[in-house]
């Protein structure tokens, strides 16, 4: 008689996913008898214990379901930032979800239901938790875009939805494609496969070169990677600041931690999709900066400089996994903190969802001169000027592409950051500038939730950029990233 063997299911590692899934649930559950300002506490505070648990697995190694889910530093490190995004997110909405129609305790299940499927992605072993937290995270994000019921939200929320259920059939296929070409679904059995490629016979070397790129394309679609980026400044600028807030840190943060699990580990040795995802970057790298230099409205503007962050992002996934592992890292939570503080400040001024107009900006010091002088840092900062982090972040993408081959896509990010500095410092100088028109009006002051949100964010590039080895000090541990696929 055959021996049974139990399932290899250890909850330790689950826990930081446990606890916000709990929070989740609460949402859903106590939504009907407590307000949703005590959700949102009970919430943040679910956040704080799941970071504090990453903290406790730190060094652990620790994994579950046969290696389905792992705990390993690289996934705790980009866990915190997911955290750190969703912390942001919850701060600002406690002062504007009433303003943007969203303040209901639905708000808040789904955006920790997303944040769990988030986790799932960064903590994955195998291909198919990936896809499983992706498909959670995904729909969430779709109800979130659109449940503030405005014809705007239900527009951007609709794209969001079609062109995203497309990106994540093809993913599916992707997944198909490598299973078919490797016999297994885990990334460590994938990564010894395919590291020889001559167990693989010539058909299914073919094969396995279509799923890559499979793969590439549907990540492509969550990372608004060109072009699968059309859906993109409609969704965040048709969505509630909030809500574009959590899409572009977030959801991307998760994004880019699936793609270094899948290309950075299990398919580093494949054929094809690092030629590829080259020339995506320099189409990015292209149209995202070139398109946010013809914008107006500023909410727009900054949906254009997340397709372009993303290329430079991009190229963190060039280079070698342990150079480009670190760069990411780094990179990732920058990029969270200033994108994560200039829309907290828009969110706190803009007067409708639609934003402000650029012009609308000038005199805005004269008005809320600390606002303005904190989204002057965070666009400083998104520009790549030193003395911030976002300056340090971009050279480390640049050295991660450059000392892997890609000497033309690192000049490119170059020439291009210099184009960026046009509308990143336009609105940053015409805060400064007096106003002579009639007094505009803003939506409400400072307020501290939203006023925290921004000096976290202001004190994080400001700190990060001038002592880098706080955070890069974690990340740049070549042992972290070279066991992505456990090997």
């Not at 779709?142 to 062109?163: D, H, I, M, W």
């Not at 885990?186 to 490629?197: C, D, L, R, T």
Request: a neutral charge; glycine letters at 10%.
């Amino acid at each position: 008689m055959p021996q049974l063997v139990p399932p290899d299911v250890a909850f330790l590692p689950l826990l930081p996913i446990l606890l916000v899934l709990a929070g989740a649930l609460l949402s859903t559950l106590l939504g009907f008898w407590v307000g949703r300002r005590t959700l949102t506490v009970i919430n943040i505070a679910a956040v704080v214990l799941s970071g504090a648990s990453m903290m406790f697995l730190w060094n652990g190694g620790l994994t579950s379901f046969g290696g389905g889910l792992q705990a390993d530093n690289a996934a705790i490190l980009l866990g915190l930032t997911v955290l750190v995004g969703t912390l942001m997110t919850l701060l600002v909405s406690l002062d504007t979800a009433w303003r943007e129609r969203v303040s209901f305790p639905e708000f808040d299940a789904m955006l920790m239901y997303a944040v769990t499927g988030c986790l799932l992605i960064v903590f994955s072993g195998d291909l198919v938790v990936m896809l499983i937290g992706l498909e959670i995270m995904s729909l969430a994000g779709y109800v979130l875009a659109t449940l503030q019921g405005s014809r705007r939200a239900e527009e951007s929320g609709l794209k969001y939805f079609l062109l995203g259920a497309v990106g994540s059939a093809i993913l599916i296929y992707g997944i198909a494609f490598v299973y078919g070409a490797t016999g297994s679904l885990n990334y460590a059995a994938i990564a010894a496969k395919v590291g020889s490629v001559s167990n693989l016979t010539p058909d299914n070397v073919g094969i396995l070169v279509g799923g890559s790129l499979l793969l590439l394309a549907g990540f492509g679609f969550k990372i608004a990677l060109v072009p699968f980026h059309q859906w993109t400044p409609d969704v965040y600028s048709g969505a509630p600041t909030t809500t574009f807030l959590f899409l572009s840190t977030v959801v991307k943060v998760a994004a880019f931690a699936g793609m270094l699990r899948v290309f950075g580990g299990a398919l580093t040795d494949a054929p094809g999709w690092a030629s590829t995802l080259q020339i995506l970057t320099a189409a990015t790298l292209i149209i995202g900066n070139t398109a946010a230099l013809f914008q107006t409205n500023f909410k727009r503007l900054l949906a254009y400089s997340a397709v372009a962050h993303t290329g430079f992002l991009a190229m963190c996934l060039l280079g070698t996994p342990a150079l480009g592992g670190a760069a990411l890292g780094y990179y990732l939570l920058v990029y969270t903190l200033m994108t994560g503080a200039a829309l907290a400040v828009v969110a706190a001024l803009q007067r409708t969802e639609a934003g402000f107009e650029i012009n609308d900006m000038r005199g805005l010091y004269y008005r809320h001169p600390g606002y303005a002088i904190a989204l002057s840092v965070c666009l400083a900062s998104l520009a790549g000027l030193p003395p911030f982090a976002g300056f340090f972040g971009k050279y480390l993408a640049f050295q991660a592409a450059f000392q892997n081959g890609y000497v033309w896509l690192s000049v490119l990010a170059a020439v291009t950051s210099v184009a960026a500095l046009v509308y990143y410092l336009r609105p940053a100088m015409l805060m400064f500038m007096p106003d002579r028109t009639p007094a505009r009006e803003y939506a409400h002051g400072q307020r501290f939730p939203t006023t925290f949100t921004v000096a976290l964010g202001v004190a994080g590039v400001t700190v990060l950029g001038i002592l880098p080895n706080v955070w890069y000090g974690w990340v740049a541990n070549p042992a972290i990233w070279q066991l992505l696929a456990g090997r």
